[in-house]
């Protein structure tokens, strides 16, 4: 049985008779019987419960053996953030004994966590820490059986980090007793990576499939017309998220991976308003993520925006699994991704050598190994000094003379000082090399036309941002770099091809289609740094209130 550690008080806390008579209002006391199961591992979680006389037992079935993780006493309530998601269930729970319960349901929870401050911090910091339990531990039934040199695995892997689901990971090549997991389950070495779910599994699903059978978005109800929609959930539209369903409003928020965008990946942001001692992108936008829940707002994982269409109103987005979501105004933060590097090969090495993100998966996968960053901006600098304290050594590879342009100060004297980074300016990767596995590259220097082949087999590219724009079909402006422009930088022959039909012109962050919005690293001209994003997010909902009011 895991331990739980000295936050028993806050993981577990019980609550007094003041703070269940006010939860009584909310719910209903009920008897139970002996053995009654009231929460069960797969079901959707529809209420959660405080225990008044008796016993609750709290245990994870895994390969056919319960393992105990809590008995919940008088005062103690169930639940962890499976409860606050409306997501299914990663534990059963059961009253051992007869007692009496006080059941509530989700809804219920919302209007307590939005209402009552006392509560609302008590109940969210226990399901935080109870998530972080499950994780810890690998606890929850779900495992992913995958390999190292797999890029759908690093993939997965990523993805159920990423969206802090809890779950084991077994590697082909390294795990014993693999073979007979295999043979249960009837999967081929070749099949890998698999997600194992209950007695559901899935061979190499995508990030939509999985999210699917483990039902990330079970308790979201999409069919309605939202008062506004929020394409991404990175700092901006978490940020816009947050405010728009903290004031009101009916907020549906469309995530193609995971809460946090790009700078989810960052090992640590350091430079962020509040955290001296920096915080990771993961936990960021974690607590983003919560945050906008706390306050009502639907946030769709895996569902990608795949057109726009924006001829009539309520503007409607059709999503790549055939869905449609409606609304009267959008926020679009959908952000850029790094830029990928014209080599022939690319795209065979990208997940099994080759990556777009510097967090601690990858940082496994370089320990005692060189590795090779490309790029100058910042999270370029904060891969390379997260990295040295894995790898044996960091090479990065700038194009221009050196980072001052390009990288806050701080990274840049952090990285001269380090003595396993080397700076190799005017240097750029020409080719790639290997078979299955990246094995070695080559990059040559601008300055002298040299060129040198190292046996480096992890290359992570961090340069340029290309937005992620191509799914608004034509509906906005965009500029040259294909970003979109907003407020004053629309041009009167950019609002005449757009035929504006308003007397008033476009408001600050407002596109050249009335009630769409840009915010964050999508939008033409901003500043790629995350408190500019999050502050974007918050303007562009005072100017969301005032369209939604014309």
């Given at each position: 049985?895991?331990?739980?550690?000295?936050?028993?008080?806050?993981?577990?806390?019980?609550?007094?008779?003041?703070?269940?008579?006010?939860?009584?209002?909310?719910?209903?006391?009920?008897?139970?019987?002996?053995?009654?199961?009231?929460?069960?591992?797969?079901?959707?979680?529809?209420?959660?419960?405080?225990?008044?006389?008796?016993?609750?037992?709290?245990?994870?079935?895994?390969?056919?053996?319960?393992?105990?993780?809590?008995?919940?006493?008088?005062?103690?309530?169930?639940?962890?953030?499976?409860?606050?998601?409306?997501?299914?269930?990663?534990?059963?729970?059961?009253?051992?004994?007869?007692?009496?319960?006080?059941?509530?349901?989700?809804?219920?929870?919302?209007?307590?966590?939005?209402?009552?401050?006392?509560?609302?911090?008590?109940?969210?910091?226990?399901?935080?820490?109870?998530?972080?339990?499950?994780?810890?531990?690998?606890?929850?039934?779900?495992?992913?059986?995958?390999?190292?040199?797999?890029?759908?695995?690093?993939?997965?892997?990523?993805?159920?980090?990423?969206?802090?689901?809890?779950?084991?990971?077994?590697?082909?090549?390294?795990?014993?007793?693999?073979?007979?997991?295999?043979?249960?389950?009837?999967?081929?070495?070749?099949?890998?990576?698999?997600?194992?779910?209950?007695?559901?599994?899935?061979?190499?699903?995508?990030?939509?499939?999985?999210?699917?059978?483990?039902?990330?978005?079970?308790?979201?109800?999409?069919?309605?017309?939202?008062?506004?929609?929020?394409?991404?959930?990175?700092?901006?539209?978490?940020?816009?998220?947050?405010?728009?369903?903290?004031?009101?409003?009916?907020?549906?928020?469309?995530?193609?991976?995971?809460?946090?965008?790009?700078?989810?990946?960052?090992?640590?942001?350091?430079?962020?308003?509040?955290?001296?001692?920096?915080?990771?992108?993961?936990?960021?936008?974690?607590?983003?993520?919560?945050?906008?829940?706390?306050?009502?707002?639907?946030?769709?994982?895996?569902?990608?925006?795949?057109?726009?269409?924006?001829?009539?109103?309520?503007?409607?987005?059709?999503?790549?699994?055939?869905?449609?979501?409606?609304?009267?105004?959008?926020?679009?933060?959908?952000?850029?991704?790094?830029?990928?590097?014209?080599?022939?090969?690319?795209?065979?090495?990208?997940?099994?050598?080759?990556?777009?993100?510097?967090?601690?998966?990858?940082?496994?996968?370089?320990?005692?190994?060189?590795?090779?960053?490309?790029?100058?901006?910042?999270?370029?600098?904060?891969?390379?000094?997260?990295?040295?304290?894995?790898?044996?050594?960091?090479?990065?590879?700038?194009?221009?003379?050196?980072?001052?342009?390009?990288?806050?100060?701080?990274?840049?004297?952090?990285?001269?000082?380090?003595?396993?980074?080397?700076?190799?300016?005017?240097?750029?990767?020409?080719?790639?090399?290997?078979?299955?596995?990246?094995?070695?590259?080559?990059?040559?220097?601008?300055?002298?036309?040299?060129?040198?082949?190292?046996?480096?087999?992890?290359?992570?590219?961090?340069?340029?941002?290309?937005?992620?724009?191509?799914?608004?079909?034509g509906c906005v402006a965009l500029d040259d770099n294909h970003f979109i422009k907003t407020g004053s930088d629309l041009q009167p022959e950019d609002l005449g091809a757009a035929k504006?039909?308003?007397?008033?012109?476009?408001?600050?962050?407002?596109?050249?289609?009335?009630?769409?919005?840009?915010?964050?690293?999508?939008?033409?001209?901003?500043?790629?740094?995350?408190?500019?994003?999050?502050?974007?997010?918050?303007?562009?909902?005072?100017?969301?209130?005032?369209?939604?009011?014309?």
């Amino acid at each position: 049985m895991p331990q739980i550690d000295d936050s028993r008080h806050q993981t577990f806390p019980k609550l007094d008779s003041a703070q269940i008579e006010r939860l009584a209002a909310f719910g209903r006391r009920r008897r139970t019987a002996p053995g009654e199961i009231l929460i069960e591992v797969g079901s959707s979680v529809k209420h959660f419960f405080v225990l008044i006389e008796g016993s609750i037992e709290i245990v994870s079935p895994t390969g056919g053996v319960e393992i105990p993780i809590v008995t919940h006493e008088p005062g103690e309530f169930t639940g962890e953030l499976d409860v606050l998601l409306g997501r299914k269930a990663l534990v059963r729970g059961r009253t051992p004994v007869a007692s009496e319960i006080l059941e509530l349901d989700r809804s219920a929870l919302g209007q307590i966590v939005q209402t009552d401050p006392e509560l609302s911090e008590i109940f969210l910091r226990a399901f935080v820490l109870r998530r972080s339990y499950l994780i810890t531990n690998s606890l929850g039934g779900v495992v992913l059986v995958g390999s190292s040199h797999s890029a759908g695995t690093l993939r997965l892997r990523a993805f159920l980090t990423r969206n802090g689901h809890p779950h084991a990971y077994v590697d082909v090549e390294r795990a014993e007793g693999m073979q007979d997991l295999l043979d249960h389950f009837a999967i081929k070495v070749t099949d890998v990576p698999v997600l194992i779910c209950g007695e559901t599994v899935l061979r190499n699903p995508t990030n939509a499939e999985a999210a699917n059978c483990l039902g990330f978005n079970s308790g979201i109800d999409d069919t309605s017309v939202h008062d506004l929609i929020v394409v991404g959930a990175g700092p901006a539209g978490l940020a816009a998220a947050v405010y728009a369903a903290s004031e009101g409003l009916n907020v549906m928020v469309l995530e193609s991976s995971a809460p946090g965008g790009q700078a989810g990946s960052s090992s640590r942001i350091e430079n962020y308003l509040g955290f001296p001692t920096g915080v990771t992108g993961q936990e960021l936008g974690a607590r983003a993520f919560i945050q906008a829940q706390k306050f009502g707002a639907n946030v769709a994982i895996a569902r990608v925006a795949a057109s726009l269409k924006c001829a009539h109103q309520p503007f409607a987005i059709e999503l790549a699994d055939g869905g449609v979501v409606e609304g009267n105004a959008i926020v679009v933060a959908t952000g850029a991704e790094y830029r990928r590097l014209p080599l022939p090969n690319l795209a065979k090495f990208e997940g099994s050598g080759v990556y777009y993100g510097a967090g601690f998966i990858e940082a496994q996968f370089c320990k005692d190994e060189e590795i090779a960053i490309v790029g100058g901006g910042n999270s370029a600098g904060q891969a390379a000094v997260f990295l040295s304290m894995h790898a044996k050594h960091v090479h990065l590879l700038v194009r221009g003379p050196g980072l001052a342009d390009s990288m806050s100060r701080y990274l840049i004297r952090r990285i001269e000082e380090c003595p396993t980074i080397t700076l190799r300016p005017f240097t750029q990767i020409e080719a790639l090399e290997g078979d299955e596995h990246l094995e070695r590259i080559r990059w040559r220097k601008s300055q002298t036309g040299l060129s040198e082949v190292r046996d480096i087999r992890h290359v992570f590219l961090m340069t340029g941002a290309s937005p992620n724009t191509d799914w608004l079909n034509g509906c906005v402006a965009l500029d040259d770099n294909h970003f979109i422009k907003t407020g004053s930088d629309l041009q009167p022959e950019d609002l005449g091809a757009a035929k504006w039909p308003l007397r008033r012109n476009p408001y600050l962050l407002e596109t050249s289609l009335p009630r769409v919005f840009a915010v964050g690293d999508v939008r033409s001209g901003s500043v790629k740094r995350v408190a500019s994003a999050v502050g974007e997010g918050s303007i562009a909902i005072q100017l969301v209130h005032k369209v939604l009011a014309e």
